[in-house]
T-cell receptor, first 109, second 112 residues
Framework: AQRVTQPEKLLSVFKGAPVELKCNYS??????LFWYVQYSRQRLQLLLR??SRESIKGFTADLNKGETSFHLKKPFAQEEDSAMYYC???????????FGKGTHLIIQP | GAVVSQHPSWVICKSGTSVKIECRSL??????MFWYRQFPKQSLMLMAT?????????EQGVEKDKFLINHASLTLSTLTVTSAHPEDSSFYIC????????FGPGTRLTVL
């Protein structure tokens, strides 16, 4: 069965510090990995998709198939990065998403 | 990305009644739509995949007779919660796909 694990329920860092949100997955095959962000009282928004390999709002994520990880990183956190972050997996095409439990990121001033 | 709306944003109903939730893709012809459920302080769980013009595919453990899904057009999918009970109270969220999914704002259902 496919599974996404986000080990940190809450992560608090100071503004300007580096941020790493961990995501590990279990999937037999080649999954597509995503990071979604949910700001307070807003809908889920796509942040990153592993196959596009782009940087959004300074965030990057690299798919490590050996470690089955897709950690989200940003070198210098900003206060507006405070939000709920979800890692998600899909088998591709018309497959639905399997979500991790989410990490609440708080950036302290 | 695609713009997705849901209606209503919040609904309260009595136990035993049925509630219909609409999901609209405003600027994208969605052959595939998805329905998720989110309990308080928990993550999203996929309920079903809705394909335009065909029957929905439900995830294991989701009662297809209780959660009726209709995807009659490329811009509209509906989820009807039949004979709702308090344990059905949850946040229901739709998304449009396939491939990258874009999410609606969600509908909060409270069953009294």
């Amino acid at each position: 069965a496919q599974r996404v694990t986000q080990p940190e329920k809450l992560l608090s860092v100071f503004k300007g510090a580096p941020v790493e949100l961990k995501c590990n997955y279990s999937y037999s095959g080649s999954p597509e990995l995503f990071w979604y962000v949910q700001y307070s009282r807003q809908r889920l928004q796509l942040l990153l998709r592993h196959i596009s390999r782009e940087s959004i709002k300074g965030f990057t994520a690299d798919l490590n198939k050996g470690e089955t990880s897709f950690h989200l990183k940003k070198p210098f956190a900003q206060e507006e990065d405070s939000a709920m972050y979800y890692c998600a997996l899909s088998g591709g095409g018309a497959d639905g998403l399997t979500f991790g439990k989410g990490t609440h990121l708080i950036i302290q001033p | 990305g695609a713009v997705v709306s849901q209606h209503p944003s919040w609904v309260i109903c009595k136990s035993g009644t049925s509630v219909k939730i609409e999901c609209r893709s405003l600027d994208f012809q969605a052959t595939t739509m998805f329905w998720y459920r989110q309990f308080p302080k928990q993550s999203l769980m996929l309920m079903a995949t809705s394909n335009e013009g065909s029957k929905a595919t439900y995830e294991q453990g989701v009662e297809k007779d209780k959660f009726l899904i209709n995807h009659a057009s490329l811009t509209l999918s509906t989820l009807t919660v039949t004979s709702a009970h308090p344990e059905d109270s949850s946040f229901y969220i739709c998304s449009v796909g396939p491939d990258t999914q874009y999410f609606g704002p969600g509908t909060r259902l409270t069953v009294l």
